[in-house]
């Protein structure tokens, strides 16, 4: 059975974005760089809220997101991509579906089929969700 793994950007007091909603504080260095590319090597699909969706799509298949490291983009646009989200989606990054439903079924049956195991970026409210109902591995 494939696992949920959050890996949160987030401060020691509970953040995950500044009052603007930035995240320039994060230190996105060599060694987070070395575990992004570890993950994602381990990984064949990510789950995502709405917002971080949003933002992901605007970055990772652009030039500046590919710029910015072609290892990751290439990982990032290649994986499945599921989004957790009540209104309609779109969908236009490559492999991307969105999830409705009770969230526990949708998550269940997604660690039920076959493949590596699933990464969530960001997407605060729906690790919150996913950690009441038990569906956090890591």
Same mark, same amino acid.
């Given at each position: 059975?494939?696992?949920?793994?959050? %890996?949160?950007?987030?401060?020691?007091?509970? *953040?995950?974005?500044?009052?603007?909603?930035?995240?320039?504080?994060?230190?996105?260095?060599? /060694? *987070?760089?070395? =575990?992004?590319? /570890?993950?994602?090597?381990? @990984? +064949?699909?990510?789950? *995502? $809220?709405?917002?971080? =969706?949003e933002?992901?799509?605007? !970055? !990772? &298949?652009? &030039?500046?997101?590919?710029?910015? %490291? &072609?290892?990751?983009?290439?990982?990032?646009?290649?994986?499945?991509? *599921?989004? @957790?989200? %009540?209104?309609?989606?779109?969908?236009?990054?490559?492999?991307?579906?969105?999830?409705?439903?009770?969230l526990? /079924?949708?998550?269940? +049956?997604?660690?039920?089929? &076959?493949?590596?195991d699933?990464?969530?970026? $960001? %997407?605060?409210?729906? @690790?919150?969700?996913?950690? +009441?109902?038990?569906? @956090? +591995?890591?």
């Open positions: 059975m494939r696992r949920i793994i959050a %890996s949160e950007g987030i401060t020691l007091d509970g *953040f995950f974005a500044d009052a603007q909603g930035a995240i320039d504080w994060q230190a996105l260095g060599e /060694e *987070f760089h070395a =575990y992004s590319l /570890e993950l994602l090597d381990s @990984v +064949d699909a990510l789950l *995502f $809220g709405r917002v971080t =969706y933002q992901m799509k605007a !970055w !990772w &298949p652009t &030039p500046a997101g590919e710029g910015y %490291s &072609p290892e990751i983009a290439q990982r990032m646009n290649a994986a499945a991509k *599921f989004v @957790v989200s %009540s209104q309609p989606q779109d969908l236009s990054w490559n492999n991307a579906h969105q999830l409705s439903g009770d526990s /079924e949708a998550i269940a +049956d997604l660690k039920a089929q &076959p493949g590596k699933i990464a969530i970026f $960001g %997407s605060g409210s729906v @690790v919150a969700q996913l950690t +009441d109902l038990g569906l @956090v +591995d890591e």
